[in-house]
């Protein structure tokens, strides 16, 4: 368990973060859905540019069980390049703008490491999930900014760079390194003052597929940090490559290993279908139900 440094006291676990009027509860795990508006996604780039497509997705999720949208504007795949802070917004902007106005009712996540990049979309649109897969190593203003804002804020874990993280990702000890990384940099965040954060271990930034499977087999590890935890697995290569198929055929892959990661203590599920996350979710709701009886 985490220890106060101010009180001493041990630090109670933490089931909620709030996003302006919204306060999320994570007593029952949730699903995140993934909207990618760029061109260059790994699976489901180009396909939301256009804003009725866009929206007309977004309300399925929403009606499929979504909690979360998480809105990307930059592809963030193995091997893939930077894009201009301009290019960006470009792309986020009018879809955040859109999905706000049309889904007031919905808390909207913006993946981006760049902190100008969360003030601008704050700006126009309001409180949002600032979700950083760099954990602020791409961005030194990243911390400060979260705090300035108030903004909750997923911590993930990389190692290296999205242009070079998969060429040779060496561990002694994923887990415990990983759990190294998030004590670090949560005492950081918490002597600025951010009191919401979610820990993401960063699945595939950075990670062999051993070292991924590790991660999951351990996943309850970061219970320790008495912190919600998201996980995102959705049709990614440890899965595909580990079936020998393709990421669209990685669905029922994808359902297996999210059902692990609820059973590891994952609270946040981070997918691109989310229909059957969420199917996964009642399910081990009824076993966790069943057990407490």
């Known amino acids: 368990m985490l220890i106060s440094q101010s ?6 676990r933490k089931n909620k973060i709030t996003v302006g009027d919204f306060q999320l509860d994570f007593t029952i795990p949730v699903v995140m859905g993934i909207v ?14 256009d804003e009725a497509v866009l929206l007309n997705h977004v ?19 193995p091997g893939s390049s930077m894009i201009s802070t301009k290019v960006e917004l470009e792309r986020l902007l009018p879809a955040a703008t859109a999905i706000r106005k049309n889904f007031p009712e919905i808390p ?22 600032i979700n950083d897969i760099s954990g602020g190593s791409l961005d030194s203003k990243m911390f ?11 911590l993930s874990h990389i190692q ?12 002694k000890d994923v887990v415990r390194e990983v759990s190294n990384y998030f004590s670090e940099k949560v005492k950081k965040l918490s002597k600025l003052g951010v009191e919401d954060i979610v820990l993401d271990p960063g699945f595939g930034f950075g990670k062999t597929l051993d070292h991924n499977y590790d991660l999951l087999n ?3 590890a970061f219970k320790v940090f008495q912190l919600p935890v998201m996980v995102g697995l959705s049709r ?5 490559k580990a079936l020998e198929i393709t990421p669209e055929t990685a669905l029922n892959g994808t359902t297996v290993a999210n059902t692990m990661a609820l059973l590891g203590g994952a609270d946040i599920l981070r997918v691109h279908d989310v229909k059957e996350a969420a199917e996964a979710v009642k399910i081990f709701c009824e076993i966790k139900a069943t057990i407490s009886k």
């Open 236 to 240: 990614k290569s440890m899965i595909w």
């Open 108 to 129: 909207v996540s913006i993946d981006t490491f760049r902190s100008w990049v969360a003030v601008r979309v704050i700006d126009e649109i309001g409180p949002v999930i």
């Open 160 to 171: 290296g760079t999205p242009l070079n993280m998969q060429e040779n990702p060496q561990y």
């Open 59 to 77: 309300e399925k999720m929403i009606t499929d069980g979504a909690t979360i949208i998480d809105l990307g504007g930059i592809s963030t795949r």
């Open 144 to 154: 400060e900014t979260v705090a300035r804002l108030k903004m909750p804020y997923i």
């Open 7 to 12: 009180t001493g006291k041990f630090l109670k």
């Open 218 to 220: 351990r996943l309850d």
């Open 36 to 49: 990618n508006v760029t061109p260059d996604s790994f699976y489901d780039g180009g396909k939301f540019t």
